[in-house]
């Protein structure tokens, strides 16, 4: 079943990031960054996937405003995870459908993302979905 972001998923989202994405941040801290997102509700969109036998979240989505001064406003996906063992079953596929919807909803004609040049699989995904490759980019970062 696809619904809102709730305070009570954060440990699934926990689990998502460190074993679907690769990145360890402790459940307090995914805690405070859903408290944050929750109440900015404007700027970010969370949509998460919960099994209707568990209840357990399974996936999710977060996406955020992207505002630029040179382009019309789009979304930018910050995040899709799928349960390892839950993959390849459309949830993924229903997520990014949730968040098209979403972006309808608020007269949002574009969603853009990046993905990692090695994760080819995951190109392929969005792909298939009709997410095309515009530009070849490098990410670069200074930590403070």
Same mark, same amino acid.
């Given at each position: 079943m696809i619904r809102e972001l709730r305070l009570q998923d954060t440990k699934?989202?926990?689990? !998502?990031?460190? $074993?679907? !994405? *690769? %990145? #360890?941040?402790?459940?307090?801290? @995914? @805690?405070k960054k859903i408290i944050r997102i929750l109440d900015d509700s404007f700027h970010h969109t969370v949509i998460v996937y919960e099994?209707? &036998? #568990? $209840? &357990?979240? /399974? *996936? %999710? /989505?977060?996406? &955020? /405003?992207?505002?630029t001064l040179y382009f019309p406003t789009m979304l930018n996906i910050l995040a899709l995870a799928v349960n390892q063992k839950k993959q390849r079953n459309g949830v993924g596929s229903k997520l990014m459908l949730a968040l098209e919807e979403e972006a309808r909803k608020q007269s949002i004609l574009t969603i853009r993302l990046n993905s990692g040049a090695t994760r080819v699989e995951a190109?392929?995904?969005y792909y298939s979905l009709g997410y095309d490759s515009e530009k070849l980019q490098k990410r670069l970062m200074k930590s403070l």
């Open positions: 699934y989202i926990q689990q !998502l990031n460190e $074993k679907s !994405l *690769g %990145y #360890t941040f402790s459940l307090e801290e @995914t @805690t099994d209707s &036998e #568990t $209840k &357990e979240v /399974i *996936g %999710y /989505i977060h996406a &955020e /405003i992207y505002e190109h392929s995904f």
